[in-house]
């Protein structure tokens, strides 16, 4: 099930490329910042698989600011996604899991731990996101549902290119390389096999963890 905020072009984009390769694949537009959306997805979720094993809390936003111009609203917009959003849609998996119970990675980040300038709202939002993680693997572990995240550096994704901070892209970019060890910025396909690697079998023994795909960048 792919579930999508606005962008339904990309969401369709991707259920192709997963049908092309002889998967299933729905997509469903929700807003999982809010609850009503929320179990709405999960419901359309049940009726196209019949079952539910696998959550990946992929959404988000990140908008950085300097301290002056950190407001309520740029506070709740990512507390609200970031934050609230992953618990309530994780509580609704949950539900779902059925008594093998169930698999669940969350999408951090590095900025988490490092807290570079202009993140002093996002980069708490991630750091819950870790500590949450950290408390429902030993909540939910008796139930037979795992918990890890992935933690990914710089990212050359669509949200990268549309995330205001000073500097034009190309300065921007050229100082992520030169922070990163590896000498690049991370893609997509770097990241999805770590998500596939804790959504597989062959990390059954593995949770409440953190796995740093950064090319270094901690």
């Known amino acids: 099930m792919i579930n999508y905020a606005s962008s339904k072009t990309g969401a369709d984009a991707v259920v192709n490329r997963i049908r092309q390769a002889d998967g299933k694949a729905v997509a469903v537009q929700a807003d999982v910042s809010k609850p009503e959306d929320i179990r709405r997805l999960f419901a359309e979720t049940r009726m196209a698989f019949a079952k539910l094993d696998i959550l990946v809390n992929n959404a988000g936003i990140y908008e950085f600011a300097p301290l002056e111009a950190i407001n309520a609203e740029h506070f709740h917009k990512h507390i609200n996604l970031n934050v609230l959003g992953l618990l309530l849609v994780t509580q609704e998996a949950v539900k779902h899991f059925g008594p093998s119970g169930g698999n669940i990675i969350n999408l951090s980040s590095v900025v988490a731990t490092s807290a570079p300038p202009n993140t002093a709202v996002y980069s708490p939002s991630k750091a819950a996101v870790n500590a949450i993680k ?84 901690r």
Do not use: C, M
């Open 134 to 217: 950290r408390s429902l693997a030993q909540e939910l572990g008796p139930r037979k549902i795992r918990i890890n995240a992935v933690a990914p550096g710089v990212t050359e994704t669509g949200g990268l290119h549309a995330t205001t901070v000073a500097g034009s892209t190309v300065q921007r970019r050229q100082q992520f390389e030169t922070q990163t060890p590896l000498g690049r910025i991370g893609q997509p396909n770097d990241i999805a096999p770590a998500v596939a690697f804790l959504a597989s079998a062959e990390s059954a023994w593995i949770t409440g963890e953190i796995l740093y795909v950064s090319g270094g960048l």
